[in-house]
């Protein structure tokens, strides 16, 4: 699990005022101050800061190929997110199809462990265990899910509903999100600000990256 942030050599003194709440805190405000040091504070900090958030983002990527209940069910949203990536950046109904798919398959995969016997030795997961964020995440998802997937299939978006078609990249946050929905990890600020900051970095090498196979298509 990643540790807290070692601010310890921050020159800047606003980076001395806040080392110890930054060392502790992981609140929405305390997080959007790391970023701001991070973008605008010394080399020592900004050092830091970015390797805090790295290892943070490192450990949502690499939990569920340490636990092997988890891996068949996010390597199909890898899949998902590179076919999707691999189309074209306009509205279609098949983008809206494959991300039904994907949040549908997540959403099963974020409940399948309540409906199913334990193993041996493991604890069974009670609906009582269940997060509010965990149940308005996986609800949200399988809403949209069912939405896009329906749309889809039935090649009509509904009223306001159009931008379903455009969820090409929606499949990042469902493998990065994965693992804290899965009950691995808990939901944390700074997860969450983690993957907020790798989501750009992410889109461009996956656009760029994948852009020529996407003009060998047309």
């Given amino acids: ?3 807290p942030i070692n601010l ?4 800047s003194p606003v980076s001395k005022v806040l080392a110890d ?3 502790n805190g992981n609140t929405a405000v305390w997080g959007a101050a790391q970023i701001a040091i991070a973008a605008f504070g010394p080399d020592a900090t900004r050092s830091a800061v970015t390797q805090h958030y790295w290892a943070t983002f490192a450990e949502l990527i690499r939990t569920p190929f340490l636990r092997v209940e988890l891996v068949w069910g996010i390597v199909p949203l890898y899949f998902a997110l590179l076919l999707n990536e691999m189309t074209s950046a306009k509205a279609t109904f098949r983008s809206a199809i494959q991300t039904g798919f994907s949040f549908l398959w997540a959403g099963a995969q974020w409940l399948y462990p309540y409906f199913k016997s334990p193993e041996p030795g493991s604890p069974r997961l009670a609906w009582e265990a269940l997060s509010a964020v965990n149940v ?3 609800l949200l998802v399988l809403g949209f899910g069912a939405l896009a997937l329906v749309s889809g299939l039935r090649r009509h978006f509904p009223k306001y509903a159009s931008f379903l078609g455009y969820t090409r990249f929606s499949n990042y946050f ?3 999100i994965y693992p804290i929905q899965a009950h691995y990890l808990t939901w944390t600020w700074d997860r969450l600000l983690a993957i907020a900051l790798f989501a750009v970095p ?3 090498i996956l656009h760029f990256g994948l852009r020529p196979i996407r003009n060998r298509k047309r």
């Fill in 8 to 11: 310890q050599g921050a020159a």
């Fill in 21 to 23: 709440r930054l060392t």
């Fill in 1 to 3: 699990m990643a540790g």
């Fill in 202 to 204: 992410t889109w461009l």
């Fill in 174 to 176: 469902m493998v990065a």
């Fill in 136 to 138: 308005v995440v996986t």
